[in-house]
């Protein structure tokens, strides 16, 4: 999208951003919509994949 001329994106809320900013100046919200203190696909698949990051002791003893 253009702005004036230059290349800006559009957040959710309505606010066009510059194209290189990485969150909404306005509601802080990234290019997808989310917030910096949500969780983003990439966590959520990352524990789908893993959810047990340490293996319990018990699996190590006989």
Request: hydrophobic share 25%; net charge positive.
């Amino acid at each position: 999208m253009f702005s004036s001329g230059k290349e800006v994106w559009e957040c959710l809320c309505g606010y066009s951003n510059k194209l290189d900013a990485t969150a909404c100046s306005s509601c802080t919200k990234d290019k997808r919509g989310f917030r910096a203190e949500e969780l983003k696909p990439e966590a959520v698949q990352k524990l789908i994949n893993h959810p047990y990051p340490y293996r319990c002791i018990s699996q190590f003893r006989e």
